[in-house]
């Protein structure tokens, strides 16, 4: 289920205290690229 899996990376995102919008822009932006680093993507490797 789609909206349950947005639900689950919005709420793991606010428990590691990430700015929402921030992480929402690099996850799109990331996973847009041909080959994208989905470990840099995880809540605890966040980089503002």
């Known amino acids: 289920d789609a909206s349950a899996m947005l639900y689950?990376?919005?709420e793991t995102a606010k428990a590691n205290g990430l700015i929402?919008?921030?992480y929402m822009v690099k996850c799109?932006?990331?996973l847009a690229k041909a080959e994208p680093d989905i470990d840099a993507?995880?809540?605890w490797n966040f980089k503002h």
């Open 41 to 43: 993507l995880l809540p």
């Open 8 to 10: 689950s990376i919005i």
């Open 20 to 22: 929402l919008y921030d």
């Open 28 to 30: 799109m932006k990331e």
